[in-house]
């Protein structure tokens, strides 16, 4: 049975990819979970696979259901199609293309074919992480989100006492207004 490896790469920047092993007889309904679950993704919106080029030129169009939309060709539908019935060529390409509403873009690009299953590996599977992926809803930075509620909890933003400012002469300006400003009440 042949095992097939793509990169997924993000469409915006190209060092964030992952790279999945599937079974070419598993269907683009698998490979749409596995790339959701790469990605951290949850899996509530619309999806669709289009058969590409080496231009990534949009053709055959592989997708979740049938949506509410024009089509040049009655769309395939994932799961009623196997991944290897629509490689064309030794370095096949997708574009698969996430929540119509923010347009997430990925390219699919085949990398390898092996005719040896590993029998440690579950397919479909992720094999090969590289790059921090986009945060699906908002931001997600490298420290996460306890660094946001310490910096939230402490107002990280803000000069503390003892903080303060200094001239160039190294005195503390903060200390040096208020005690001006004492000066003048006196």
Known sequence: MAILKFRIYFEEDESIYRDVAIRHTQTFQELHETILKAYEFDSKHKATFFRSNDHWQ???????????????????LM?????????????????????????????VELINVSKEENPKISYP????????APSQYGTKGLLGEKFADVEEKYDLN???????????????LSFGEEAQGEDEEA
Not at 63 to 71: M, R, T
Request: glycine share 10%.
């Open 158 to 172: 803000s000069v503390g006492d003892g903080f303060g400012e200094k001239d160039e002469d190294g005195e503390d």
């Open 125 to 132: 599977s992720t094999v090969r992480v590289e790059g921090i």
């Open 58 to 76: 949009r053709g055959r169009e592989i997708s979740l259901e049938k949506y509410d939309k024009e089509y040049k060709a009655p769309p395939l």
């Open 79 to 107: 799961q009623e199609t196997s991944i290897g019935s629509e490689i064309r060529d030794p370095n096949q390409k997708f574009i698969y293309l996430y929540d119509f509403n923010k347009n997430w873009t990925f390219l």
